[in-house]
């Protein structure tokens, strides 16, 4: 079971390096709790050896970060990132939308299922080896690099935008490519701002200036920045916001799909603690390439 070399912050903000298809290193959490992986794994709590167990399991399951990899899938929940850009694509909102996912570093798809497959099990992609299973079904002409894989959404949106596409989706974890996205190519790009945990003060105010879709992830900065804003909000646990008119309506219409309605003021499960990065700045402080579709998925072996 080969693959290269992946690296991941993901389950709890936790640092994992996968090597040829072998968990290698795992970090320590820096959540003690997380209700998505509560609810849908059992989780009461985090630490380096469940998050070991998880991405084994995943790397059995589904071939992650390997030349196994299954890369095609329908919706594995209900609601997150991945499944309001699928979906999007599958209704013609959107014409493609550019991700990043193991194996292929930063891609442009237009394939919901492929999309789903990609990226519905997938958070917090720091670093990627090629892999070929994956280069095949996307195409090379449709990543940046097919020998390195580069992580760099801001050429993502370029090639997206080269490629004639009207409209289409970007996933950002920099307050800053969210930026220069936005002043690019204006009302034709998506921006959906994730992996957000570790966005300052700043970051915070830049994200909502400049996306459509938010994700909380477990960043304290982000919560508070929403209760500023006039934005519609999805759910009670790892919240998803949308900032824009159209980032609403593609929020609402995921909702109204599976029979949800926005989220009313109610009781909250949040990850503990909540992460309030930094004291200053307009930036991030974790690095530019980190990248994630933050579904609200998570998989236990059998």
């Known amino acids: 079971m080969s693959g290269g070399r992946h690296v991941y912050q993901t389950l709890g903000m936790t640092r994992v390096v996968i090597e ?3 968990v290698v290193e795992v970090g320590e959490p820096e959540l003690e709790f997380c209700p998505l992986f509560k609810k849908l794994c059992g989780m009461d709590s985090l630490s380096a050896e469940k998050v070991r ?9 589904f071939g992650f970060c390997t030349e196994d990899r299954v890369v ?3 919706d ?3 609601f997150g990132v991945s499944e309001i850009l699928s979906t999007a694509l599958e209704r013609g909102d959107l014409d493609a939308a550019v991700i990043a996912a193991d194996g292929c570093g930063t891609a442009v798809i237009t394939e919901p299922a492929l999309l789903q497959g990609l990226c519905g099990r997938i958070s917090g992609l720091v670093e990627t080896s090629p892999l070929k299973v994956v280069l095949d079904a996307v195409g090379r002409d449709n990543v940046l690099d097919p020998e390195t894989v580069p992580l760099d959404m801001v050429r993502g949106a370029d090639l997206a935008a080269s490629k004639g596409y009207s409209s289409f989706a970007v996933t950002v974890a920099n307050p800053d490519d ?8 204006g009302d034709r790009a998506l921006i959906v701002g994730v992996h957000t945990s570790h966005v300052t003060c700043g970051g915070a105010a830049k994200l909502f200036d400049s996306c459509d879709i938010i994700t909380a992830c477990a960043s304290g900065r982000t919560r508070a920045e929403a209760e500023r804003r006039d934005v519609l909000v999805a759910g009670n646990k790892i919240q998803i916001y949308g900032v824009t008119d159209i980032g609403r309506r593609l929020v609402l219409q995921k909702l109204e799909s599976i029979g949800k309605a926005p989220y009313d003021g109610g009781a909250k499960e949040e990850p503990r603690p909540l992460i309030f990065w930094g004291d200053r700045g307009s930036g991030v402080g974790t690095s530019r390439l980190i ?3 933050w579904s609200s998925a998570c998989w236990r072996a059998p």
């Open 178 to 185: 969210a930026e220069t996205i936005r002043g690019r190519y």
């Open 291 to 293: 990248q994630s579709l």
């Open 53 to 61: 167990e998880n991405m084994e399991f995943r790397i059995r399951d």
């Open 76 to 78: 594995y929940v209900t």
């Open 72 to 74: 095609r899938a329908p």
């Open 20 to 22: 040829d298809g072998k």
